[in-house]
């Protein structure tokens, strides 16, 4: 279906501040609700932000105030502005993207935060 490349993840220094993104890509039509899910490891994934593409956006509380989403329709790409960076942040990053052909996932992204 939709594939989504996911960049930006790397290694930041707690309470540095690090931004991924995500572009789709063979889209021919609208993309509706996009987000962003982590997990660590041994843990279950979650979902960190969603975004509609008139930009409403809701974010979870472990993450409220400090990591922020966004999205460029015209570029068909979400990103997640990550702040002040806790170890407990660290897991992969996925992207994920609603459209009529159903739920696209991306490869996923490592952000690792140390202390």
């Known amino acids: 279906q939709v594939q989504l490349v996911e960049s930006g993840g790397g290694l930041v220094q707690a309470g540095g501040s690090l931004r991924v993104s995500c572009a789709a890509s063979g889209v021919f039509f609208s993309i509706g609700v996009m987000g962003w899910y982590r997990q660590a490891p041994g843990k279950q994934r979650e979902l960190v932000a969603t975004i509609t593409r008139g930009g409403t956006t809701n974010t979870a509380d472990s993450v409220k105030g400090r990591f922020t989403i966004s999205r460029d329709n015209a570029k068909n790409t979400v990103y997640l502005q990550m702040n002040n960076l806790k170890p407990e942040d660290t897991a992969v990053y996925y992207c994920?993207?609603?459209?009529?052909?159903?739920?696209?996932w991306g490869q996923g992204t490592q952000v690792t935060v140390s202390s």
């Open positions: 994920a993207a609603d459209s009529i052909r159903g739920r696209s």
